[in-house]
């Protein structure tokens, strides 16, 4: 079975800094997806980056970015120029590809605080 | 264009009752995925509809259940409540499980369930 392992269960970051949140998966699949979503306190989760399996190039949207480590399955998330909307919840998850998509097993959670 | 949007946004139930929850699908989608989300902890799936059948489940009791209707919206019918079953129920929807292209979730803002 795929699980997902997020570490840090909080984090901190001083606004306008970088910080990178961890997360570990394990399949046995070659055709997988993986994904960062944020929950603000608002509850809905939002989609911030995905990556495909099969690219070996890292995922970027504007300030995030990914590090995608398939042979170590580790796909941590790097948030630059950290903003105090940045604050919420950060969930990695993992979903099979091809005709398996919408099943996403997440894991636990970074609770990610930015501080002014 | 309205998202996915879910009602209602708290209930609460006594233990053995029975609760259903609703979800309209963001406009265009035809799939729904349900999502558990317990406190403190990551989203677990329920399970799918497509053409209004159960096309995927996760490790859920079949006091669990569903329906799509010909609209694509869908409700989750929890029969036989217990104190466990209190969480924020998510739903998700995307377009057309089955085809071999990234297909993006997205998610509606909840329904905050709590069972006394």
């Known amino acids: 079975a795929q699980t997902v392992t997020q570490s840090q269960p909080e984090m901190s970051v001083q606004e306008a800094e970088t910080v990178t949140l961890s997360c570990t998966y394990d399949?046995?699949?070659?055709?997988?997806?993986l994904f960062w979503y944020k929950q603000p306190p608002s509850r809905q989760m939002i989609l911030v980056i995905r990556q495909e399996a099969y690219k070996q190039q890292n995922a970027t949207e504007n300030r995030f970015s990914v590090n995608f480590q398939k042979a170590a399955k580790s796909f941590s998330l790097k948030i630059s120029d950290s903003q105090l909307g940045d604050a919420a919840m950060y969930f990695c998850?993992?979903?099979?590809?091809?005709?398996?998509?919408?099943?996403?097993?997440f894991g636990k959670g970074t609770k990610l605080s930015v501080k002014p | 264009d309205a998202g996915v949007t879910q009602s209602p946004t708290h209930l609460i139930k006594t233990r053995g009752q029975q609760v259903t929850l609703r979800c309209s699908p963001k406009s265009g989608h035809d799939t729904v995925s349900w999502y558990q989300q317990a406190l403190g902890q990551g989203p677990q799936f329920i399970f799918q509809?497509?053409?209004?059948?159960?096309?995927q489940r996760g490790n859920f009791p079949d006091r669990f259940s569903g329906h799509q209707f010909p609209n694509y919206s869908s409700e989750l019918n929890v029969n036989a409540l217990l104190l466990g079953d209190s969480a924020l129920y998510l739903c998700?929807?995307?377009?057309?499980?089955?085809?071999?292209?990234?297909?993006?979730?997205?998610f509606g803002p909840g329904t905050r369930l709590t069972v006394l």
């Open positions: 998850a993992y979903s099979p590809g091809g005709g398996s998509q919408g099943n996403l097993i």
């Open positions: 509809y497509y053409e209004e059948e159960e096309r």
């Open positions: 998700a929807s995307s377009l057309g499980i089955g085809r071999r292209v990234y297909n993006e979730q997205f």
């Open positions: 399949t046995s699949e070659s055709d997988y997806y």
